[in-house]
């Protein structure tokens, strides 16, 4: 055990900046702006410094600490590291920044609408970003169940708060294709706002209402699980690294029934913070109606925790339920794939868009998971990374677009790539990305899932990689239609990148291409991880057919 | 003493023929009842500062009241408060717990840790009690949310006058003292008279209180006919229950009856001419059981709490809310656990059936609403269903849960209520739903301490409402009540959307025109809902402490 609390303090720190930022009077809004960005560089370093401590394929978990907490649930508040958490925090606090510089305006006062000199609207976004990362570092860093619990949950309170108190600027309109579902409860029609404050609030109430059922379907799995571990080891318990322990040496047998309904339980939770088909419509309504660098946080950071979930709790604690659900799970992610894309391509609004092809990656990256190759796990496990950066880089370009026109609507834009080179260009780098062009980051995790499935499951490979035609199609489609032909009406004076959209876009770009040529660096932390997860359900990689290559030699 | 002629007082059928040599019965002979004052401090303290407050309104001049009752009731709250600690400290909680005066109070873990959330939440409710400074001054004087002159009728010349004249009503601090101590008595009551003595002692006060309402007054006095009807109407259930138990098994004390229903209490003729059927048993034990149900607001039962949480003053609501639901749980898990526990495959089955609908039916209804108080009113109905869980446990865990859960919940429910007393317009407290629209843009403060309260509620991690939900449905869980765990988290989803929907409004919406104020209260009131919120943060980060002191404190005595 590590003397010093490396991991509490990574996830307290952002938290600590969260209650600074807040608490920065009101007329001081730059102010709070560079102490968030401070604090989230702060963090990186910190996450930097974890990643050196770490040993690749040493001790499973690193870092460790263990304090007891709850000890009438057996909860403790034990942390502790594997190399595809080190990656995922790595992950998390570079975004933090790049989310926070390209919504550096988006959280600004506008005078007219002061109801009060308290309101501070900036200062409150700039925190809740924080304390976002906060718990979704920790959450990354838990090495028991319950703790990992509480903060899967909790985040969805600042979260709500982001997708629901920050809009878009400008009154940049998109699809209106929800206002029809939105029936209100008679005791808000007499506070009819605006549509899109409506929308928002549908958006954010639909992004929580969808993920706490999936919490709370979790909770009664999670006790489920103490039960369990109370009447087999005696004592109630939560610890991931106690639990495998027990397991391994027998202590510990969980009914085959138990662990199925257990099983599912957790994998409903994860499943919905993914996306995954049929659970995903959440996300289309939360990235469309948030702030372009809040549905980056939502897509590229929050959603990861429910995949790295999945390999972290289920296929761990429940090795025998997650095969037996695999098929399902397989097919359902192959749905997710496919839908996602067929659905990405008829999108009009740019944002609902992107969420689409984040259901298609997710489908993707629970495909590799459940595979239950090394080769598929290691490429989902890297997937989250790469999928992370490029959709960052993407949106958030999409998303300067976005405020410039006062749009999301694809039909709105034309020709921009004429008015503003620089916009497009990188425009086009992110769409490559998303479309895995190889020498770009995707193309090398896409590549090892596909191989991974196909070893596995050759017919589900096959299949996946058409997907990889639809997502040519809805990438090359939108930039087609928005950055080349003639220049639409309200796009003539659109202006080019501006220095701080450049800080942003630039480094995101140059990190694509360098995962795209050289992923070692990240491999090397996931792969032992793979290693291990992998034994601890009881799969090894399909032994290659040798008997075709031995007959051709043999002529 | 074993003389031919001696009977057994506990028991009217005894006769001297069943009375063999060797029996332990006592004398005919007239013994000085023995009454432990020492153990019986918390609620002896609150009673004779409750008579205090009644000489002081007989003899203070008007102007000195409030302040002499004020201090009067927070000293005496304080003060009994120390003496349940003390007890506890002494031991009383766990080895030294017996029964005192003669049978008739148990003095336990359970009953001093209720009585201790019990003393707390009235201390707090005290303050809001006394708030003066959110109505607007009448006439030059402070007023405080309860009626000039409780006999005035609404509207009259009399009532003008007793405004104008700056009256008001202190009688409600001996009241809620009155009440208090009813409560204290309640879950520690170890016969059946004595329980129903203390409901009617902690009903009636209350009763009065919701009628007082400075705002409003026909719907408070409203509220507090029809509590007091249905009250009155379940009170009698309850004493025609006990009449039964009395009847099948000879006794009124809990020990006693428990030893007939476990068949361990030696056999007269007569008592195995009445226990010859179990109707007795079965409808009495029911009848009382209904009797309690009806005060903890479970479904079916339920029907009075939106109607009176409404009408009453908000901070009479608060108290309510808070302080009955923990007297009338402590009572009822020392029926269940100390009387019937022999019944417990017959009463499990029922209070399954009734957790579940008191869950499900209270979380259903409350999206539907409109009026703040109501809605808590239906959230404290679907509350009530998470704890019947946790009763429904039969486990020492069970218990330690409940209990954990009435002292987090309690202190939620009081800040809440306190919140709801800040939002004003000219007509009073804006008590309906769209009238909360944009709070959290014009006083993100307040909206911001209310959306703890609400989250707390809804359960969500971090705060004490997640830390009692886990620990209830863990004892369910491992009391082999899986099922009830389900449909307990997928009402909790269903209930999170209205919680949530108050927050949308709040933060979300924009503010109407005309909007209500938010009234700057005083240390009082401020000092209540800053209690509420810092119980609810800590029992939701730190409840270890809670949940040992809890545990330690889930042994009945018998």
Not at chain 1, 68 to 88: K, N, P
Not at chain 1, 465 to 482: D, S
Not at chain 1, 497 to 526: D, S
Not at chain 2, 497 to 522: C, D, K, N, T
Request: hydrophobic share 55%.
């Amino acid at each position: 055990m590590s003397s010093f609390p490396l991991l509490t303090l990574t996830a307290a720190l952002p938290a600590v900046g969260a209650i600074a930022t807040a608490a920065v009077p009101a007329a001081r809004r730059t102010t709070a702006k560079w102490l968030a960005l401070a604090f989230s560089l702060a963090t990186l370093v910190l996450a930097g410094i974890i990643a050196t401590r770490f040993t690749p394929g040493g001790a499973r978990y690193q870092l460790t600490e263990s304090h007891a907490w709850i000890a009438d649930f057996g909860v403790r508040y034990e942390l502790g590291v594997d190399g595809i958490a080190v990656v995922l925090i790595g992950l998390t606090a570079v975004l933090v920044p790049f989310v926070m510089l390209a919504g550096w305006h988006d959280a600004d006062v506008l005078e007219a609408h002061r109801p009060n000199r308290n309101w501070r609207p900036t200062q409150g976004f700039f925190a809740l970003i924080l304390l976002v990362e906060a718990m979704v570092v920790i959450a990354f860093e838990s090495t028991d169940v319950f703790l990992f619990y509480i903060f899967f949950e909790a985040m969805l309170i600042p979260m709500y708060f982001l997708i629901g108190g920050f809009g878009d600027r400008a009154g940049a309109h998109g699809e209106d294709e929800q206002s029809k579902q939105w029936r209100e409860a008679p005791p808000m029609r007499a506070v009819v706002g605006d549509g899109r404050a409506k929308q928002r609030s549908y958006a954010a109430v639909k992004f929580l209402l969808y993920n706490l059922l999936g919490g709370l379907i979790m909770l009664a799995a999670v006790i489920g699980l103490y039960v369990v571990t109370a009447n087999q080891l005696g004592h109630g318990t939560f610890s991931l690294p106690q639990i495998l322990q027990a397991r391994a040496v027998g202590r510990m047998h969980i009914s085959a029934v138990a662990e199925r309904w257990i099983f599912l339980g957790f994998f409903f939770a994860f499943a919905v913070k993914a996306p995954l088909w049929p659970l995903h419509t959440w996300l289309p309504n939360a990235m469309g109606e948030a702030t372009a660098p809040v549905a980056v946080l939502i897509t590229a950071v929050v959603d990861k925790v429910g995949t790295f979930a999945m390999l972290r709790y289920c296929l761990q604690l429940f090795p025998n339920a997650s095969n037996w659900a695999a098929p399902v799970i397989l097919v359902l992610s192959l749905i997710s794939i496919v839908y996602g894309a067929l659905l990405a391509i008829g999108q009009r609004d740019i944002k609902r868009l992107v969420a689409y092809t984040s259901i298609s990656h997710f489908g993707f990256i629970i495909l590799g998971i459940f595979a239950m190759t090394s080769q598929g796990q290691s490429g989902a496990a890297l997937y989250m990374v790469n999928h992370g950066v490029s959709t960052a880089a993407w949106l958030l370009v999409a998303g300067f677009l976005i405020s410039r026109r006062g749009s999301r609507l694809i039909t709105d834009f034309g020709g921009v790539q004429k008015v503003a080179p620089l916009l497009a260009g990188t425009f086009l780098v992110g769409s490559l990305a998303i479309l895995s062009l190889p020498g770009l980051g995707p193309f090398v995790s896409e590549f090892l899932v596909l191989v991974g499935t196909f070893s596995r499951y050759p017919v589900l490979g096959v299949i996946a990689t058409f997907a990889i035609v639809l997502a040519a199609l809805y990438v090359l489609i939108l930039y087609q239609r928005t950055m080349t032909g003639p220049v639409k009406a309200g796009i003539e004076s659109m202006k080019d990148l501006r220095l701080r959209e450049l800080v942003v876009v630039g480094p995101l770009i140059a990190l694509l291409i360098f995962l795209g040529v050289y992923p070692k660096p990240i491999t090397n932390y996931l792969n032992p991880a793979v290693k291990d997860t992998l034994s601890d359900v009881h799969k090894s990689d399909p032994a290659p057919q040798i008997n075709a290559v031995a007959k051709e030699t043999a002529k | 003493m074993t003389t031919a002629t001696a009977v057994s007082i506990h028991s009217l059928w005894t006769t001297l023929a069943d009375s063999t040599p060797g029996a332990a019965t006592t004398s005919t002979a007239f013994q000085t009842p023995k009454v432990e004052y020492a153990q019986l401090s918390p609620i002896l303290i609150v009673f004779g500062a409750a008579i205090l407050g009644v000489l002081a309104e007989a003899f203070l001049p008007r102007r000195s009241r409030y302040t002499a009752q004020l201090a009067i009731s927070v000293i005496g709250l304080a003060a009994a408060f120390a003496a349940v600690v003390a007890l506890a400290a002494d031991g009383y909680a766990s080895t030294k717990s017996h029964i005192a005066a003669m049978g008739a109070v148990a003095v336990d873990g359970p009953a001093l840790f209720l009585q201790g959330t019990i003393l707390l939440v009235a201390l707090v409710a005290a303050f809001t009690f006394a708030e003066r400074r959110l109505d607007p001054a009448a006439h030059g004087n402070r007023v405080d949310s309860f009626a000039a002159q409780g006999s005035a009728v609404p509207g009259s010349e009399q009532e003008k006058a007793a405004v104008k004249a700056g009256f008001t009503t202190t009688e409600i601090f001996p009241l809620l003292l009155f009440a208090v101590g009813g409560m204290l008595v309640f879950p520690a009551a170890n016969d059946l008279l004595t329980l129903f003595v203390s409901l009617e002692v902690f009903s009636l006060p209350l009763y009065l209180l919701c009628a007082l309402s400075r705002r409003h007054r026909l719907m408070s006095q409203e509220s507090a006919v029809k509590y007091f009807l249905l009250g009155a109407f379940s009170s009698a259930i309850l004493l025609f229950g006990v009449a039964l138990l009395y009847g099948y098994a000879g006794t009124v004390s809990y020990g006693g009856i428990a030893d007939v229903v476990g068949g361990t209490a030696k056999l007269t003729p007569a008592l195995a001419n009445s226990t010859a059927t179990d109707a007795l048993l079965l409808i009495g034990g029911a009848m009382v059981v209904i009797g309690l149900l009806f005060k903890v607001a479970a479904v079916p039962f339920h029907m009075w709490t939106p109607d009176v949480y409404q009408g009453a003053p908000t901070p009479v609501t608060g108290f309510m809310a808070a302080a009955t639901k923990v007297a009338a749980f402590g009572a009822l898990l020392r029926l269940l656990y100390v009387v019937l526990p022999g019944l417990r495959w017959d009463w499990r089955p029922v209070m399954w059936a009734v957790a579940i609908l008191t869950m499900v039916i209270g979380a259903i209804i409350a999206v539907t609403q409109t009026d703040v108080k109501r809605l808590l009113a239906y959230s404290s109905i679907a509350h009530a269903g998470f704890i019947l869980a946790g009763v429904v446990a039969v486990s020492p865990d069970g218990v330690s849960s409940v209990l954990f859960y009435l002292g987090a919940y309690s202190f939620v429910t009081l800040g809440a209520f306190a919140v709801v007393t800040l939002v004003r317009d000219a007509g009073g407290e804006a008590t309906h739903l769209s009238r909360w629209a944009g709070l959290g843009r014009r006083s993100p403060l307040v909206a911001a301490v209310f959306a703890v309260y609400l989250l707390a509620f809804a359960g969500i991690p971090l705060t004490s409402g997640f830390a009692g939900k886990f620990a209830v449905f863990k004892a369910a869980a491992e009391g082999g009540a899986l099922p009830l765990v389900i449909i307990g988290v997928i009402s909790s989803a269903i209930a999170a959307f209205f919680y949530i929907r108050v927050i949308v409004l709040m933060f979300f919406s924009e503010p109407q025109p005309g909007a209500p104020s938010v009234a700057i209260p005083s240390l009082l009131t401020s000092s209540a809902i800053a209690v509420g919120v810092a119980v609810t943060l800590v029992l939701g980060v730190a409840p270890q402490y809670f949940l040992d002191l809890a545990g330690k404190a889930s042994v009945f005595v018998r």
